[in-house]
């Protein structure tokens, strides 16, 4: 007979594993509670008794008392350690490091298989956003023909602060550090890692495609300028990170970039530290969900939803599986704001269509279609030089159609070459 009570240990105790420790001790949940938290820094001042604190990994993995293993520490590379070990140990895992599953993911669904274990990982995407199990469970049967979405609540929360209280990027990124939001160091965040390696998971869950992360291109916030700014706020648009997933002619795309998003997108009004999703499926039409996804909390609560699962004997199916590739990136056409200072990138390009204009001080910029391909051969010098990327509109050159139907500057039908 097993137990009433299901034992926990928690690897780390930083913002996410602070945020468990408060869910559940506020919530009074009695399916679970923590029985070891081992941590790296014997120095620090935590909120926690020190009969629970350990500093040996150990101390967790073999402990045959403890029922669920939580990991919840910043180095990918000893997390996946951790939630190895477990899983051949044939424990309940959950895990709230996205880059972690997105890098190993192939090697973590068989371990569960090999062992009889089982892994969660909703705290890794979208914070409050209950959205692998939307996908895993509600959408299990579906054949989706989107998703897209603001996955990182810390860009989002500084492009908010730069248009809603005309700050400049490096006071609202001041901001987000002092809340807790951004990391010192916030590379994954600014330069659209994190929400890459979300769009990897999520690829599984909705589409059944397993995909490593360097397939998939990223483009950040960290080099707009004041006339990328300009230029958004004279058109009434605002800017926001959107990571995409869509099914078309056969083929998965995935990218995560910059949009520039009019008053009809519904991504318009998502600010601060919060996410959304956009899910678009031929049963179930369009839906979107939106919620906190930065922060200590929300966060804890998606890893304490997953406890909770794990208790109530839940896994994922992992039931679609999928031919399709990103092999056809030639076929995809993103319509871009594309600023450089350097003409052999923009001829690199290939822009189809395009209309320019001269900025101040040297700067050009263009708005035009460019393939999928072109683009990611081009992503490294772009980023290299300063030159920013912003995604207007999306459509395919066999069908030459919009994918989207809320294109910021025109609803207007254009005939691309």
């Known amino acids: 007979m097993s137990k009433s009570i299901k034992n926990i240990g928690l690897f780390g105790f930083g913002q996410v594993g602070q945020g468990l420790y408060t869910v559940i001790q506020q919530s009074g949940y009695t399916g679970a509670s923590i029985r070891k938290i081992v941590v790296k820094n014997k120095e620090k001042t935590r ?46 895992v959950v895990t709230s490091s996205k880059k972690m599953v997105a890098e190993n ?16 990982y909703e705290g890794s995407v979208c914070g409050s956003i209950p959205v692998i199990q939307l996908l895993d469970r509600y959408f299990r049967h579906e054949q989706l023909k989107s998703i897209q979405g603001i ?13 809603n209280e005309n700050l400049h990027y490096e006071e609202a990124l001041k901001q987000a ?16 890692y994190d929400p890459k390696f979300k769009t990897v998971i999520l690829a599984k869950h909705g589409f059944g495609v397993t995909l490593k992360p360097e397939e998939v ?25 959107l990571a995409t997933l869509i099914a078309e002619d056969g083929a998965v795309y995935a990218y995560v970039l910059p949009h520039f998003v009019g008053k009809n997108n519904k991504f318009y009004e998502i600010e601060n530290e ?4 956009q899910i678009d499926a031929p049963y179930a039409g369009v839906q979107f969900y939106t919620g906190r996804g930065a922060g200590s909390l929300p966060t804890g609560l998606a890893v304490f939803n997953d406890v909770k699962d794990l208790v109530n004997g839940q896994h994922y199916a992992y039931e679609k599986s999928a031919s399709a590739d990103l092999t056809d990136e030639t076929n995809l056409l993103l319509e871009i704001y594309f600023r450089y200072t350097d003409e052999k990138i923009k001829n690199g390009l290939n822009f189809i269509s395009t209309s320019e204009t001269d900025l101040p001080e040297g700067n050009q910029f263009i708005i035009g279609y460019v393939t999928l391909k072109n683009l990611k051969e081009q992503l490294p010098q772009i980023q290299s030089t300063g030159s920013v990327v912003i995604a207007t509109g999306l459509r395919t050159l066999k069908s030459n159609q919009p994918l989207f139907t809320n294109h910021p500057f025109s609803t207007e039908e254009k005939t691309y070459v």
């Open 274 to 277: 919060f996410n959304a999703v």
């Open 177 to 192: 550090q002092d809340l807790g939001f951004a990391e010192s160091d916030p590379t994954n965040d600014v330069q659209a």
């Open 151 to 163: 996955f990182n609540g810390t860009s989002n929360f500084i492009l908010s602060r730069i248009f």
């Open 47 to 92: 909120i926690v008794s020190s009969d629970l604190l350990g500093y040996d990994k150990n101390e967790i993995l073999d402990d045959q008392d403890i029922d669920i293993i939580v990991e919840a520490i910043d180095d990918s590379k000893e997390a996946f350690n951790i939630v190895k070990a477990a899983l051949e140990k044939k424990r309940l």
């Open 105 to 120: 993911f192939s090697e973590l669904i068989e371990l569960q298989k090999k062992h009889n274990a089982t892994l969660l």
């Open 217 to 241: 291109i990223n483009f950040g916030i960290d080099n707009f300028n004041a006339e990328d700014i300009r230029f958004a706020r004279e058109h009434d648009f605002k800017l926001k990170v």
